[in-house]
Structures are given as C-alpha cells and as structure tokens.
C-alpha cells in the first residue's frame, strides 16, 4: 500500500499509440538514438520490450514492444500498462481506423495522453487538416479550443521531438506518480520468449515496489523463482525499482504479455495478490467490445520494399470499396512467430505476398487458428483476401444462445440446446461459437431438433 509516508514519485511509463506505418517505430527509435542513456541498451530492448531515458535528470520509461503488441497489451490492461500515451497521427494522412482505435482504448482505460502530429516533413503534411480531424473525433487540442496538449514533430528530422519530451514531463508532473519502494514488486509482463540458449526470458515493467534478485514471481498462467535480473541495459543487477524494465530468468513456463506479476518472498500472498488483480482474472476484462466487429484486421508481409508497396496497394483498392478491412501491420520478410502473435493479438490474419513461413510460425499458426494466406502471384493474393473479407462481412443467418450441453463429447460432436434469440438457425448449416464476443469455436450442424422431432 502506498501510504503518505511511504511514497516517492516514480518516472512515467510512455505507450505510443497510432495507425500503422504513421511513423511509432521511427519515432521510438528516434527517442532512443538520441538519448545517452538509452542508447547504451542496443539490441536488449526487443527483449524487454520497453527502454528508459534520462533527460534533464528526469527519468522516462518508453514501451516499445513489437509491432502491434504494445496496443494489444493496452487493451488487456490499459492504464495498468502505461501511465501515459502519445496518441500520433500522420500529418499526410489524418486520422485512420487504429487512430480511432487507440482513441477508443485511451478513453476506455482513462489514459492520460498528448498527441503527436508526425511527417510534418512531408510534402503534403497538413497540420491543419489533421488538427480538424482529430477535433472531429472528439479530440480538442490546446489552440483549437481545448486542452490537450500536441506538437507537430518529425519523427525521421527529430524536429519537434524534443519539445514533445517537454510536454510528456509536464503531463508526468501533472500525474504526480506515486510508488513505494519498500513494497514488494508489482508489474505487467512485456514480452515473453523461450530459446534454447537462455531458457525461458521475461520482459517486464514494474509498477510498483522493488523486484530482487531470488524474489518469488507468479502472474495468473506462469510462475518461478528469479534467477537472473537484468536492467534495461543488459547488466546484471540485484534489484530495480518502480516503473524499470526487466528481463527476468526463472520462470517454468511462458507468461502471456499482458499479465500481472506480483514478486516476493510469500508464495500465499503472492497468490492471493494476483486473485484479486482484474486485469489478470480476465484478460477480456477490459477488452475493447469487438463483439459483431465486422472487421478484417491484416497484417501485411512480403519479401521487399517494393513487393510490399504492391501489396499495400492492393489492399487499398479493396478496402476502399469496404471500410472493414485494417492493415494493423506491415513489414518485409518471412512470417515469423513474432508476425502470428501480432496476429493473436490483433485478432488480425496475415497475408504474405512472396515469402516463406518459417516452421515455428506454423505451427503457432495451426495451433491458434490464425488464417495465414500466402501468394507469389499478387492477383491470386489479392482474390484470397476478397474471399476472406466477404466472410468476414457475413451477417449470421441467426443467433442462438446456447442454454445446455447435454451429455459427454462423442469425437467432434456434441449435443447442445438453446434458445433461437435471432433469425433462423437451419440444418447442415455452419456456426461460430462465441463467448463474451470472442470467437472460442466453430463447426458445422449435423443434425436438429425442435421438440425431440428433426427439423429443417
Ligand atoms: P509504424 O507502423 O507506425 O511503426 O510506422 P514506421 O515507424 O514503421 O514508419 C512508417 C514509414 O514512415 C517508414 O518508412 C518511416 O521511415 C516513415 N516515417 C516515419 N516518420 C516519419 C517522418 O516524420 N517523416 C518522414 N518523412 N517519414 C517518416
């Protein structure tokens, strides 16, 4: 418990947020090359899954998971992730669907945040245009009649940038972040990797507490004892404290990102403290509601800059004729692992134009039933993406809410019974199973009754 006497003010964990390809890698990476004391991390920071910089004696904690992670962990936990988002948006393209997207979710989870208007090195940047966009959107920025703050920057000239690292340590000042470093470690878990060199490898960012060296750890799936503690740099540390990231060595099994830690030296208390966390009990908890999002979510690969521009292209054509596809990612090379758990996480498919899957990413993908839709012909890629859509946009013939399941599972079948609450459900037809909104299974009917008598 942080009481008066017991709490220090502790640096602010950033999220950057926006659509893709509106500059967020370039812009962490900026920060990151520019800074002295983040610069020293190098190649750690994929790991972890977040870095710190010291900037006029003040520290900040920037998440910098891969790719679509850091907003599918947003949306698990949301304000337990980061104190603070910068919402960025691309002066040469306004507000897209993730821009609203990660609006949404900063409303949902009440998140602090300060926007960013990126390219405004572009020909064809207008400021303006995005600062009406976004007011449009709900968004009043300070000049346009409201409060929040915003700086037009260059994430590729660094222009700008530095007046946006103003602006996050007044909005930090603002939070007054309190912490007890006394207390036993309490966090969110960042990354999680497994290889056969250094075992299983856990980035995470604490939020409160100091987590040791020997400390007992446990989140809602994964638990173990900390063998090795490692700060942001890479070195070997004894302990780090509120709001550090930290690769931990010594759980037994992988952690899901997204998950509450809670570290210590009491197994009990550690079990009960990570019962009563409610974005560890349910995941889907905070979630955003997808539920009936008639959306395709892709993510984009293929195997150079130009094939990968084509593809783009393709996918425009298509989605500007339906609003409801999403490109949420976009990269060159083989799909890898890394590639499907954007996808699990985004709820996303992957379309590979020209590239291989490597076999790890197979087999994550048969395992997790993400679609995995790989060409060389583009116009073959382009007709498997139509096809897809067009399921995706099926409206369900009916709904029926499921109200028992009778009996034990023969093989694939199982007998259910329910109430129809929505147009018709008919014979031999095929079903999605949902709960809570998210899809947990499919399958086909194989025979109905109404009353104990078959029905068509
Ligand atoms: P993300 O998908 O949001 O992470 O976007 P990236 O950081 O990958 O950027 C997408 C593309 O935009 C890359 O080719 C970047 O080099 C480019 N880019 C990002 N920020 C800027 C910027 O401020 N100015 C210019 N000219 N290009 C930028």
Not at 437 to 442: H, L, Q, R, T
Request: aromatic share 4%; hydrophobic share 40%; glycine share 10%.
């Amino acid at each position: 418990m942080v009481t008066d006497e017991t709490k220090t003010i502790r640096p602010p964990i950033i999220v950057i947020l926006g659509h893709v390809d509106h500059g967020k890698s370039t812009l962490i990476d900026h920060i990151r090359k520019t800074n002295l004391v983040a610069r020293e991390a190098g190649g750690i920071t994929q790991a972890i899954g977040a870095y710190e910089i010291v900037r006029k004696d003040k520290t900040f904690t920037f998440i910098d998971t891969p790719g679509h992670e850091a907003f599918s962990l947003m949306r698990k936990c949301g304000a337990e992730v980061a104190d603070i988002a910068i919402l960025l948006v691309a002066a040469d393209d306004g507000v897209m669907p993730q821009t609203k997207e990660a609006l949404d979710c900063i409303k949902k989870t009440n998140t602090p945040f300060i926007v960013a208007i990126n390219k405004i090195d572009v020909q064809g940047a207008n400021v303006e245009k995005t600062k009406s966009d976004l007011a449009q959107n709900g968004v009043y920025l300070e000049g346009m009649g409201g409060n929040v703050s915003w700086q037009g920057v260059s994430a590729k000239t660094g222009e700008g940038v530095e007046e946006l690292l103003d602006l996050l340590a007044l909005a930090a000042e603002v939070e007054e972040l309190t912490c007890d470093p006394k207390a036993d470690a309490e966090g969110v878990v960042l990354t999680s990797m497994q290889d056969a060199r250094s075992g299983i490898q856990v980035g995470v960012v604490i939020k409160n507490g100091t987590l040791k060296q020997s400390n007992i750890i446990k989140t809602e799936t994964a638990e173990g004892k900390i063998r090795f503690l490692k700060n942001f740099k890479g070195e070997t540390v004894q302990e780090l404290g509120p709001s550090a990231p930290a690769l931990i060595s010594g759980f037994t099994s992988l952690p899901n990102p997204g998950e509450l830690f809670a570290a210590g030296n009491d197994t009990t208390k550690l079990k009960e403290k990570i019962a009563t966390k409610e974005c560890a009990k349910s995941a889907s908890g905070k979630t955003l509601d997808t539920k009936n999002e008639k959306i395709l979510r892709l993510i984009l690969k293929a195997d150079e800059t130009g094939s990968l521009e084509a593809l783009k292209d393709v996918v425009a054509k298509i989605g500007k004729e339906k609003e409801n596809l999403h490109v949420i990612e976009a990269g060159v090379g083989n799909i890898t692992e890394n590639d499907i758990k954007a996808a699990i996480s985004g709820k996303a498919a992957v379309a590979g134009f020209n590239v291989k899957i490597d076999k790890a990413a197979k087999n994550l993908a048969a395992g997790q039933n993400v679609l995995v839709l790989t060409e060389n012909i583009i116009y073959e890629l382009e007709k498997a993406i139509q096809t897809r859509l067009k399921e995706a946009l099926r409206e369900p013939m009916g709904t029926l809410d499921v109200l028992a399941v009778f009996g034990e599972r023969k093989g694939k079948e199982q007998i259910v019974g329910g109430k129809v609450v929505m147009g018709k459900i008919m014979n031999q037809s095929a079903f999605e199973i949902q709960r809570e909104g998210e899809k947990i299974g499919e399958g086909k009917i194989l025979n109905l009754q109404m009353k104990k008598e078959d029905a068509r």
